[in-house]
Each structure stands twice: as structure tokens, then as C-alpha cells.
């Protein structure tokens, strides 16, 4: 057993919202009390005690949308690369990165990004991949790195028609293959999903055959309208909205997560409510991209399910919390704006999310509920509790305040050093392989 314990703890459970000097009592992968620290020290004499040092004890963040893809291309600038659109961004950076990704290099990207993610206390990852150099085996080799880090996620490979029939059917095989492979896994570690990149680079063919090769179990993770050019595509090729198009080739449901979802409609929104689909949020990428601000907001007032994820810009959900604040409160001219919706979709909405693919209830502090608990070293100098926690963590905290991560029940980051791998040799491995795509790409 493992008390954490010595920290003003926050459970996401409304029954027992906070604890001054609390714990958090841990048996193998599952939380199994909460409570006073020296009531569980007493009660507990033999169980292993991490000591908080008066920090915050929390559950684990969760990421909705990631590119783990995307890791490599930090500080990497590309030949000729001087987009003048989106459509410019996609071609002349991520699909020029994803054509030249060798396997070891998406295994190298997933070691750098769930390194990142548990030195931000990010627990739960979905992934949404992209290597069409070297497709076959791309999500298993991600797998490799989030099993031999520990962390939680969904995977899926982004299929799309922008490089060829082949290319493509290839993309669908690899889905087919790993989501046969993670419901047949019952760690409740692993998912999949259908990847899908966009309407617009998708064509009812494809999307036929994606149907044709998708359990029932699982629904789609794709992007939707995040460029103005996916909605104009719909208009002009199918005479209808992508949203309608997407609705009408039964892409949408309770499984399916729509990532961006800019350029949507009232109508379009009453379709997402309606099918229960999943709407995701990632405010750092749609202002880097200039994308435009997704009308979220409205999106939440229509009831449709709304989470918040990152899009590979950052791994820390913090971060994306503050974006995601200021962006709509600047945008819709409104200090009243986001308060509330923001942290409903980083700290509950995410959770449901998340828990529509994995077992265990994630995102809460309680009896039965998965392991996933981390520590940030934040002592405040005002009063903290369940009515401004939230406010503590958006105005006094980033993820580097996070000094230890605890994923089901193992503890992966202690004092914020890893413990499941040699930090620096990993990273070592990721540069060797970092620079050798920058030779690639630049040759």
C-alpha cells in the first residue's frame, strides 16, 4: 500500500471536495480511502508514505487530443517553409514531418512526449498519430514507449487520401490491427480508435471502407472544421456542411471525438448534442495556426460534451487552461467568459471522455477509482479550498509545479525525477533521432 499524504487535497469529488492535511490511500492500481493524513498513517502503520510537504494532491490531468508526432519538431525550421495559410502549415511542416518519421522516431517522439506529459502530471494521453513514411506497426511502437513509461492512452492513426490509395487502405490496416490488439487487452492502460484526419481530405470511398473496418466498440477520432478550407471543401464537393456530411456517413456518436470544431454552426451543434459526439478543445493550437476561435462557449450552452486537450503545442494542461481562459474572454469581449467552462472541461468533462474508452473512473479521488494521483509543490499564500481551488491552479501553477506522478497505482516520477527510466539516456536517444529527421527533411 501508499499514502500520499501531508497536502491540501483536491478529488474532483463533489461528496468530499477538499481536505486540508489530507491523503490519499493507494492499494495496487486502485485509490482505496481518502482522508485525514494521520488518520491513514494511524489506521495504515505499514504502507509506504510519500510526504506532499503541504503541496496539492491531485488526480492526474488528462489530455483529449494529442500529436505525439509533433515532438520533434521543436526548434525545427524546414527549407522554403514560409506559409502564407493553413492548408500551407499542414503540407509544409506536419505532413512534411509525418512523410519522413521512420518507426524509431515515432517511438522516439512518444518517449519525448509521455516524458513530458508525467513531468506535468498528465496521466491519460489521445493520441491522434500521422507517419505516412512508415505507417505499418507506427501504433505499436508508441505502445512500446507508453508501457515502458506507464502512462494511459488512446492511439489511433490519422487516414486520409492525401497520399495515395495505397497510403491510405495502409492507414486503415494499422487501425484495424491495434484496436483488434487493445480490446483484446485488459490492463486498462491501452485504447484505440479509427483516426481520421479530415472531411477534406476523406472521400466517402474511404470513409466506407474505415466503416467497414471499425468494431462496433470504438468510434472516430478526427478533425473537424478546424480550417475554413474543410468547411469550403464540404460546400463545394457534397453541398453540405462537415458536421452534415460527417452525420450522414455515421461518423458521429458517443465514441467519436471531434477535434476543433471552428467553423460550426447552431444547426451543427444541435447535431453533435443530438449524437452525443465528443467535441474537443485546443486553444494554443488554433491561435498558432490562426485558425480562428472556435465558438466553444456556444458549443458547451448546446449540451454537447466538450474537453480540452493540447494538440501537441504544449503537454501541459495548465497551460492549455490558461490559453483556453483568456482566449474567449479576449475574443467575445467578456471578463465573464470562461470561468466555468474551461475548468468543466479540463477536470470533469475530460474524465467522461476518457472514461466512454477506459474502465477504471479517472479524474476523481475516491474509493475504487484509478490510481492516477499526482503532487504539485504549490503552497499558497491565500486561502485555498473547494470553492477556489480551481482559481489557484489556472493564477499559481504550471506543470513544472508537479513533482511527482503516480500512474495506476506506480509511481513514475518521484521529486521530479523519473522512475521508470534513465531520464538523460532517453533523452539522448530522442536528439540522436531528432536530428537525423532534420537531416531528412533538409537533405
Same mark, same amino acid.
Given at each position: 500500500?501508499?499514502?500520499?499524504?501531508?497536502?491540501?487535497?483536491?478529488?474532483?469529488?463533489?461528496?468530499?471536495?477538499?481536505? +486540508?492535511?489530507?491523503?490519499?490511500?493507494?492499494?495496487?492500481?486502485?485509490?482505496?480511502?481518502?482522508?485525514?493524513?494521520?488518520?491513514?498513517?494511524?489506521?495504515?502503520?505499514?504502507?509506504?508514505?510519500?510526504? !506532499?510537504?503541504?503541496?496539492?494532491?491531485?488526480?492526474?490531468?488528462?489530455?483529449?487530443?494529442?500529436?505525439?508526432?509533433?515532438?520533434?519538431?521543436?526548434?525545427?525550421?524546414?527549407?522554403?517553409?514560409?506559409?502564407?495559410?493553413?492548408?500551407?502549415?499542414?503540407?509544409?511542416?506536419?505532413?512534411?514531418?509525418?512523410?519522413?518519421?521512420?518507426?524509431?522516431?515515432?517511438?522516439?517522439?512518444?518517449?519525448?512526449?509521455?516524458?513530458?506529459?508525467?513531468?506535468?502530471?498528465?496521466?491519460?494521453?489521445?493520441?491522434? %498519430?500521422?507517419?505516412?513514411?512508415?505507417?505499418?506497426?507506427?501504433?505499436?511502437?508508441?505502445?512500446?514507449?507508453?508501457?515502458?513509461?506507464?502512462?494511459?492512452?488512446?492511439?489511433?492513426?490519422?487516414?486520409?487520401?492525401?497520399?495515395?490509395?495505397?497510403?491510405?487502405?495502409?492507414?486503415?490496416?494499422?487501425?484495424?490491427?491495434?484496436?483488434?490488439?487493445?480490446?483484446?487487452?485488459?490492463?486498462?492502460?491501452?485504447?484505440?480508435?479509427?483516426?481520421?484526419?479530415?472531411?477534406?481530405?476523406?472521400?466517402?470511398?474511404?470513409?466506407?471502407?474505415?466503416?467497414?473496418?471499425?468494431?462496433?466498440?470504438?468510434?472516430?477520432?478526427?478533425?473537424?472544421?478546424?480550417?475554413?478550407?474543410?468547411?469550403?471543401?464540404?460546400?463545394?464537393?457534397?453541398?453540405?456542411?462537415?458536421?452534415?456530411?460527417?452525420?450522414?456517413?455515421?461518423?458521429?456518436?458517443?465514441?467519436?471525438?471531434? !477535434?476543433?470544431?471552428?467553423?460550426?454552426?447552431?444547426?451543427?451543434?444541435?447535431?453533435?448534442?443530438?449524437?452525443?459526439?465528443?467535441?474537443?478543445?485546443?486553444? +494554443?493550437?488554433?491561435?498558432?495556426?490562426?485558425?480562428?476561435?472556435?465558438?466553444?462557449?456556444?458549443?458547451?450552452?448546446?449540451?454537447?460534451?466538450?474537453?480540452?486537450?493540447?494538440?501537441?503545442?504544449?503537454?501541459?494542461?495548465?497551460?492549455?487552461?490558461?490559453?483556453?481562459?483568456?482566449?474567449?474572454?479576449? %475574443?467575445?469581449?467578456?471578463?465573464?467568459?470562461?470561468?466555468?467552462?474551461?475548468?468543466?472541461?479540463?477536470?470533469?468533462?475530460?474524465?467522461?471522455?476518457?472514461? $466512454?474508452?477506459?474502465?477504471?473512473?479517472?479524474?476523481?479521488?475516491?474509493?475504487?477509482?484509478?490510481?492516477?494521483?499526482?503532487?504539485?509543490?504549490?503552497?499558497?499564500?491565500?486561502?485555498?479550498?473547494?470553492?477556489?481551488?480551481?482559481?489557484?491552479?489556472?493564477?499559481?501553477?504550471?506543470?513544472?509545479?508537479?513533482?511527482?506522478?503516480?500512474?495506476?497505482?506506480?509511481?513514475?516520477?518521484?521529486? $521530479?525525477?523519473?522512475?521508470?527510466?534513465?531520464?538523460?539516456?532517453?533523452?539522448?536517444?530522442? $536528439?540522436?533521432?531528432?536530428?537525423?529527421?532534420?537531416?531528412?527533411?533538409?537533405?
Amino acid at each position: 500500500m501508499l499514502i500520499i499524504g501531508n497536502g491540501r487535497v483536491i478529488t474532483r469529488d463533489d461528496a468530499n471536495p477538499f481536505l +486540508e492535511n489530507g491523503a490519499v490511500l493507494i492499494e495496487k492500481e486502485l485509490i482505496k480511502k481518502v482522508g485525514k493524513t494521520e488518520d491513514l498513517r494511524k489506521e495504515y502503520p505499514d504502507a509506504e508514505y510519500i510526504d !506532499a510537504k503541504g503541496g496539492v494532491i491531485m488526480p492526474g490531468f488528462i489530455n483529449i487530443h494529442e500529436h505525439i508526432y509533433s515532438a520533434m519538431a521543436r526548434g525545427l525550421s524546414i527549407k522554403g517553409y514560409n506559409p502564407n495559410g493553413f492548408l500551407d502549415i499542414l503540407d509544409g511542416m506536419w505532413w512534411t514531418i509525418d512523410r519522413h518519421l521512420t518507426l524509431e522516431q515515432t517511438k522516439q517522439s512518444a518517449m519525448a512526449t509521455y516524458i513530458d506529459c508525467i513531468k506535468s502530471g498528465v496521466t491519460t494521453v489521445f493520441d491522434h %498519430h500521422a507517419s505516412f513514411g512508415n505507417i505499418k506497426d507506427s501504433l505499436f511502437a508508441i505502445e512500446d514507449a507508453a508501457k515502458e513509461l506507464g502512462v494511459r492512452t488512446c492511439l489511433c492513426y490519422e487516414v486520409s487520401d492525401r497520399d495515395g490509395k495505397d497510403k491510405m487502405k495502409e492507414a486503415v490496416a494499422e487501425n484495424a490491427a491495434f484496436i483488434k490488439h487493445a480490446l483484446a487487452d485488459d490492463s486498462d492502460m491501452i485504447a484505440g480508435m479509427m483516426g481520421l484526419h479530415a472531411s477534406f481530405t476523406l472521400s466517402d470511398e474511404t470513409l466506407e471502407l474505415c466503416a467497414a473496418n471499425k468494431p462496433a466498440e470504438v468510434g472516430y477520432h478526427i478533425h473537424v472544421a478546424e480550417g475554413i478550407e474543410d468547411l469550403y471543401d464540404s460546400l463545394k464537393k457534397y453541398g453540405k456542411r462537415v458536421i452534415d456530411r460527417l452525420m450522414d456517413l455515421n461518423v458521429l456518436g458517443p465514441k467519436t471525438l471531434a !477535434a476543433h470544431c471552428i467553423y460550426v454552426n447552431q444547426h451543427e451543434m444541435d447535431v453533435l448534442k443530438e449524437t452525443d459526439t465528443m467535441v474537443v478543445h485546443n486553444p +494554443e493550437s488554433n491561435m498558432g495556426n490562426a485558425c480562428g476561435c472556435p465558438p466553444t462557449m456556444e458549443i458547451m450552452k448546446h449540451g454537447v460534451l466538450t474537453g480540452l486537450g493540447t494538440d501537441g503545442y504544449t503537454h501541459d494542461m495548465i497551460e492549455s487552461y490558461k490559453v483556453a481562459n483568456i482566449l474567449h474572454k479576449h %475574443h467575445l469581449c467578456d471578463a465573464n467568459a470562461a470561468w466555468g467552462e474551461v475548468p468543466t472541461m479540463l477536470f470533469k468533462n475530460n474524465a467522461i471522455i476518457a472514461n $466512454r474508452y477506459f474502465k477504471k473512473p479517472l479524474g476523481i479521488l475516491k474509493e475504487g477509482a484509478a490510481a492516477d494521483v499526482i503532487i504539485a509543490d504549490y503552497n499558497p499564500v491565500t486561502p485555498m479550498s473547494a470553492a477556489n481551488c480551481n482559481s489557484h491552479i489556472l493564477f499559481g501553477m504550471n506543470g513544472n509545479h508537479v513533482t511527482t506522478t503516480v500512474i495506476n497505482g506506480k509511481v513514475v516520477m518521484k521529486d $521530479r525525477i523519473l522512475t521508470v527510466i534513465d531520464e538523460e539516456k532517453a533523452i539522448n536517444n530522442v $536528439r540522436a533521432e531528432a536530428e537525423k529527421l532534420w537531416n531528412s527533411i533538409n537533405a
